[in-house]
């Protein structure tokens, strides 16, 4: 059977739409998806629709813009996160650079991610230097 399958990257959480707006900010070039034609927002797609507001944040979608790397998808669950990821995104950022050039990059996304909710779990080195991160929801993920 030659079935080709697409991969698609599901997270877990609490409030979908913020984590899915952290992860548009934290990895360029992923957006919503535009909404369904006829609609000027999801929202207002969600209204015609008859979807109560109190279901409307259950899931978000994030595509890549240039159709190249997996959907991020995130559903909302009733239980909170309660141990390490086992599985986690690397953010690579320091493509081809080595040495302080490396360790200059990293830092400054670093700070980027940290100004849009996210937080330093640990600092790790050598041989390579990686920074171990937190999302708003406390996932992990490593910038790379």
């Not at 609490?14 to 909404?35: K, M, S, V």
Request: net charge negative; proline share 8%; charged share 30%.
């Amino acid at each position: 059977m030659n079935v080709e399958a697409e991969v698609q990257v599901a997270f877990d959480c609490a409030d979908p739409q913020r984590l899915a707006e952290f992860w548009a900010e934290a990895i360029p070039g992923y957006a919503f998806p535009p909404p369904p034609e006829g609609h000027l927002s999801w929202e207002g797609w969600a209204e015609g629709e008859g979807i109560p507001e109190a279901e409307r944040n259950v899931m978000r979608v994030l595509i890549d813009q240039c159709g190249k790397r997996p959907a991020l998808y995130f559903q909302r669950v009733p239980e909170s996160k309660s141990a390490k990821n086992r599985l986690h995104l690397d953010v690579k950022i320091s493509g081809g650079l080595s040495g302080e050039e490396r360790g200059q990059r990293i830092e400054e996304e670093v700070v980027r991610l940290m100004k849009l909710g996210a937080t330093v779990v640990e600092r790790r080195s050598p041989p390579e230097r990686w920074v171990v991160m937190a999302d708003v929801e406390g996932n992990e993920f490593c910038v790379v």
